[in-house]
């Protein structure tokens, strides 16, 4: 069974760059090494109207961690 680990900042910044180069969730997903759902998650988790911005989803994920 694999083990749950969060995003890293440097994760989260590649998939805002590789998300507007207009590459799929999936092949994203193969590029980080993460499942696909992860990949899911975070942008569904941290997208706005704006789009997906990823020192706003870094922000917003510590927030939630030390709460």
């Given at each position: 069974?694999?083990?749950?680990?969060?995003?890293?900042r440097e994760q989260r910044y590649q998939i805002e760059v590789l998300y507007r180069a207009g590459l799929?969730?999936?092949?994203i997903?193969?590029?980080?090494?993460?499942?696909d759902s992860t990949i899911v998650?975070?942008?569904k988790r941290n997208s706005r109207y704006t789009g997906y911005a990823a020192g706003r989803a870094q922000a917003v994920a510590q927030k939630r961690r030390h709460t």
């Open positions: 069974m694999k083990t749950y680990r969060h995003l890293m799929s969730r999936r092949a997903a193969r590029q980080l090494g993460v499942s998650r975070e942008l």
